[in-house]
């Protein structure tokens, strides 16, 4: 993986992680959390975890719409 700028820890082309526990999708311009709450909760709690969430500078998390 390619890594440049101050803040990216590293990168593979389509994705690019940085230091504040984000990682971009360069396709799609999505900002996503790095990695998940841990544990398995149902979908309201899910909703729960992202209206909270505070990764880095990532704020107003989204969950997508199951249907």
């Known amino acids: 993986m390619k890594k440049t700028g101050s803040n990216e820890i590293d990168r593979d ?6 230091k504040n526990g984000t990682v ?3 396709k ?5 959390a790095a990695k998940e709450n841990g544990k ?3 979908w309201k709690d899910a909703k729960k ?5 505070k ?3 990532l704020y107003e998390l ?5 249907g």
């Open 24 to 26: 971009k999708d360069t």
């Open 49 to 53: 975890y992202c209206a909270k969430y």
């Open 62 to 66: 989204a969950i997508a719409d199951n």
């Open 28 to 32: 799609t311009g999505l900002v996503w």
């Open 13 to 18: 082309g389509r994705f690019i992680a940085y």
């Open 55 to 57: 990764g880095g500078e």
């Open 40 to 42: 398995i909760i149902n």
